[in-house]
């Protein structure tokens, strides 16, 4: 699976574990910065653009660190067809994807450990959307606010 990968100076540590475990999954890792600890920069900068590649299929999911996690699921959700959340639970994790047809989770990377975060991000990475008819209905008005 082709995965994008994005932290902001809060989440870069925890951006930098999680990249070699999904290559280590064998998954194609797109990363979108940062790409170095810079306590001045801004979480719109990277996560924006990670958003708009899942939004425009460039790549399958995302991830995307900051400090809590709150940020950038806030950046996140703006851009059309994202299905951004903040993950703090293996259930929510995979739950996401099957119901709400998740693409993009977020991590605190200042809250989550780096074994959680793992265990998060591969119940969402193996979760599939099942298509359901009230899920479908559902997402359908949330999509008609992004008209």
């Not at 399958?60 to 994202?82: H, L, P, Q």
């Not at 959340?85 to 993009?104: P, W």
């Not at 200042?110 to 793992?118: D, I, K, S």
Request: charged share 25%; proline share 2%.
């Amino acid at each position: 699976m082709k995965i994008g990968i994005a932290a902001d100076h809060g989440g870069y540590k925890l951006k930098e574990i999680i990249h070699p475990f999904l290559a280590k999954l064998g998954h194609e890792v797109i990363d979108f910065g940062a790409y170095k600890l810079d306590n001045a920069d801004d979480y719109p900068d990277f996560v924006i653009p990670l958003a708009e590649a899942v939004a425009e299929g460039e790549i399958e999911r995302g991830i995307a660190v900051c400090g809590s996690g709150v940020g950038a699921s806030v950046a996140a959700n703006k851009v059309k067809g994202v299905r951004a959340a903040l993950i703090n639970d293996h259930f929510s994790a995979h739950q996401g994807v099957e119901d709400d047809d998740l693409n993009i989770i977020c991590l605190g990377g200042r809250v989550t450990g780096n074994m959680a975060a793992e265990e998060y991000i591969t119940a969402f990475l193996n979760a599939r959307f099942t298509g359901a008819e009230r899920h479908l209905r559902r997402l359908g008005k949330v999509a008609e606010l992004e008209k």
